[in-house]
């Protein structure tokens, strides 16, 4: 009993980097302590990503701790020490067949605890202390033990690696730079692993993107899967009750009907399932693709990172649409209606009608989707009426006939401060969300005036690029004056051409992200139409005077 207890005590204070007895400890914020040198080489080791995080707990730290020595607990192991605590007894610590070991010891070896990538080696604890201890090994570059460290040796020049060719893209030594690779474009490995770094980075934002869209529509395929079970339920059920006032012959039809709709419902729902089972496979994928990249970005050499990256950071393309549209819940209503229809007939007209019936049930189709309007009395069929928000309106700006007027004045107006009102640029939000289909007229007079759509997320304060409208990712303008119509999107603006009218119409199909501006006087005139906006944001209108 007394032997376990001593050894809980080592654990206790040992470091769980070097898993030697504290030497100068320090304890960071989250509360765990480390040996001062040790803790520090892990903090410089992250310095590149800016954010430090507890290497047992994980949780980060922005800005890096600043390390200072715990008194107490030095003190502490101190005096442990002189009752006879000491290190974990070596014999458990030898180098297994799946360990590295330390090359250094003789006999049977170690178990390394840190490789070096300057020596090529790599030590126990006992042999590594003197890069802790000794100047000029401490600028050494320690990284976690490895069996590939004879992969950054030359091969024909016998030297260690540190550049990287990228005309032939491979590691070379700087002898290779004389011979073979003389004329090639060099660079310092690390400096290469810096660039792919940012490249690994910007695929795994891509991957993540890609995540998140194809969960997207996995749920909308799950409410498209409801939409159509409850549609064709109310259809058989409909069906049902009218079929049994036809007595025998009808209730022979009712039965009918019921086993085509059933048999549509079956093919439609197994279609969306397996488009949704192809949609979760990418998923976990992308999400396979995504951990394989992001164990890679944290490889400590360079070399191993050069090597592995090519083979990793390859992304297939998607095999499926970047969107799912979900069309207008109507699925089996046609049944319904040709069932009432044939049900008010006599027994020979309803033979007659028993071809349209069957027709209709096998001619639907779940992702039909109606035609863009064409006419402003088309686009009007998708109306929406528009109030501005107060909470959100510039203190410039006065609302006014049912928060659906705004005008620009000279002085401030006074509203209540409110986090979701615009700060720097003269800007207001609708309280409407946009979703589905909607179309809607600005009216406006005046020297000039931008009317935008924006996701709800734009930020409000400043007047910066992340908050004017049609200057960011978060917003599409058109920009409107007596002479002219300008588009702003991300980084620049598009002159347009077209009738000059005081009157804009914009028209939003939420699902399939089609968003237009239409110039609308005697005719409506297609202003411009942006590639596309992301359907799974919810988009609110906006104006902004100037």
């Keep these: 009993m007394a032997q376990k207890g001593v050894q809980l005590d080592r ?46 707990c994980r949780k980060t730290f922005t800005p890096r701790p600043v390390l200072e020595k715990n008194i107490m607990l030095a003190a502490l192991v101190e005096q442990l020490k002189k009752t006879g605590l000491q290190a974990a007894p ?4 030898y180098a297994g067949p799946e360990d590295v070991a330390c090359d250094v010891c003789t006999g049977r070896k170690l178990k390394a605890i840190k490789s070096c990538l300057f020596c090529l080696a790599s030590y126990c604890e006992k042999y590594l202390q003197p890069h ?18 004879q992969e950054n040796i030359c091969s024909r020049h016998d030297e260690v690696m540190k ?13 290779c730079t004389m011979d073979e690779h003389k004329g090639h474009e060099t660079v310092p490995a690390a400096a290469e692993r810096t660039e792919k770094q ?29 939409a159509i079970n409850g549609s064709a339920d109310k259809a058989v059920e409909d069906s049902e009750k009218m079929f049994t006032e036809l007595i025998r012959l009808i209730q022979k039809r009712s039965s009918d009907v019921k086993q085509q709709v059933r048999s549509q419902q079956e093919t439609e729902v197994s279609r969306v399932k397996e488009l949704r089972e192809k949609l979760e496979q990418e998923i976990a994928e992308l999400k396979r693709k995504d951990g394989e990249l992001e164990q890679l970005s944290h490889t400590e050499d360079h ?31 046609d049944v319904t209606a040709a069932v009432s229809e044939t049900r008010d007939k006599l027994q020979d007209i309803l033979r007659e009608e028993w071809t349209n019936i069957s027709l209709t049930v096998t001619e639907v189709d779940v992702l039909l989707s109606p035609p863009e309007p ?9 109306s929406r009426e528009i109030t501005l928000d107060p909470n959100t309106a510039h203190t410039w ?28 640029c003269k800007q207001v939000l609708s309280r409407e969300s946009l979703t589905e289909r909607c179309y809607w007229e600005v009216e406006w007079r005046g020297k000039e005036v931008y009317v935008a759509v924006a996701y709800k997320n734009i930020i409000r304060h400043g007047i910066s690029n992340e908050a004017g409208f049609g200057y960011n990712d978060n917003s599409w303008a058109l920009y409107c004056n007596i002479n002219k119509y300008n588009v702003w999107p991300l980084k620049g603006h598009i002159v347009l051409s077209g009738p000059r009218s005081s009157r804009v119409g914009v028209y939003l199909d939420h699902r399939t992200g089609i968003l237009s501006f239409y110039c609308v006087s005697e005719t409506m005139t297609l202003l411009h139409s942006p590639d596309h906006i992301h359907s799974a944001a919810l988009c609110w209108t906006l104006a902004l005077l100037l």
């Design 11 to 56: 654990e206790t204070f040992s470091c769980s980097i070097c898993l030697d007895l504290l030497k100068d400890p320090v304890t960071i914020p989250c509360g765990h302590s480390y040996c001062m040198n040790c803790i520090k080489t892990h903090f410089d080791e992250e310095d590149r990503k800016g954010i430090h995080s507890c290497p047992q």
């Design 90 to 93: 070596a014999d458990h610590c």
């Design 132 to 149: 802790y201890d000794a100047a000029p090994l401490k600028k050494h570059k320690l990284v976690a033990p490895s069996k590939k460290l």
């Design 163 to 175: 550049i990287f060719c990228r005309t032939d893209q491979q590691s070379i030594c700087y002898l």
């Design 198 to 226: 940012k490249e690994l980075e910007v695929r795994r934002l891509n991957i993540q993107q890609r995540i998140q869209e194809r969960e997207q529509d996995v749920k909308l395929l799950q409410q498209e899967v409801e």
């Design 303 to 333: 070399n191993q990172f050069l090597h592995n990256y090519p083979s990793l950071s390859a992304l297939s393309e998607s095999t499926h649409s970047s969107s799912i549209n979900i069309r207008p819940l109507r699925y089996f209503e």
């Design 374 to 382: 064409k006419t402003r009395a088309e686009f009007l069929k998708y």
């Design 397 to 424: 700006l006065l609302l006014s006939n049912g928060n659906r007027k705004a005008t620009r004045m000279k002085q401030p107006q006074h509203y209540a401060n409110h986090p979701d009102r615009f700060t720097g």
